[in-house]
C-alpha cells in the first residue's frame, strides 16, 4: 500500500514537480495519499521552472504552491515509493541511500522502462514532449496506487 509517493528529478523544477502535480490530479478526492517530489540536486526554493508552469496551466493546473527540495536520505525513506526519471537518478539513489532500494522505481516502469529527458532550459517543444510522456507514465502506476 503507497500512502507516499514522492517523485525524484534532478532540479525538483520541472520533471518530478509535473508528476507530482499530475499524480494529485488523477488521485483526487483520495485523501490517503500523498504526493511530493523532490530534487538530487535541487534548485532549493525555486518555483516550477516558467516553461513547465505554462504547460501545466494550459491543462488547468496551478504549479504556484511547488518550491524546490532537496531529496535527503530523510526525504527518500520516508516515502512508501519513490518514482524517478532515468537510470541514473535509480542508481544514484540505490547507491546513496541503499535502504530504499526496493521501492524506488522509473516513473516509466510500465512504459518498457522509458526514462523521461531533462527538459531544462530547451525548447517549448521539449517540454510539451516531456509533458506527453510524464502524463502518460503517471496514468501507467494509477492502477498501483490503493
Known amino acids: 500500500m503507497f500512502r507516499k509517493i514522492l517523485f525524484v528529478c ?15 490530479r488523477r488521485l483526487q478526492g483520495r485523501s ?5 517530489s523532490a530534487g538530487l ?24 504552491s511547488h518550491v524546490a527540495r532537496q531529496a535527503t536520505p530523510s526525504v527518500l525513506v520516508a516515502a512508501d515509493l519513490v518514482l524517478v ?3 541514473s537518478h535509480h542508481a544514484r539513489i540505490v547507491r546513496e541511500v541503499p ?12 512504459r518498457g522502462q522509458q526514462e ?8 517549448r ?6 509533458y506527453r510522456l510524464i502524463d502518460d507514465c503517471v496514468d501507467s502506476w494509477v492502477p498501483y496506487i490503493k
Open 10 to 24: 534532478v532540479g525538483n523544477i520541472c520533471r518530478s514537480p509535473t508528476a507530482e502535480l499530475l499524480m494529485r
Open 32 to 36: 490517503n495519499v500523498e504526493v511530493s
Open 41 to 64: 540536486q535541487a534548485l532549493v526554493g525555486r518555483p516550477v521552472d516558467p516553461q513547465a508552469a505554462t504547460l501545466l496551466r494550459e491543462n488547468g493546473i496551478d504549479p504556484d
Open 85 to 87: 526519471m532515468e537510470q
Open 99 to 110: 535502504q530504499v532500494s526496493g521501492k524506488t522505481f522509473l516513473l516509466g516502469k510500465w
Open 116 to 123: 523521461i529527458p531533462d527538459p531544462y532550459r530547451q525548447h
Open 125 to 130: 517543444e521539449a517540454f510539451q514532449h516531456v
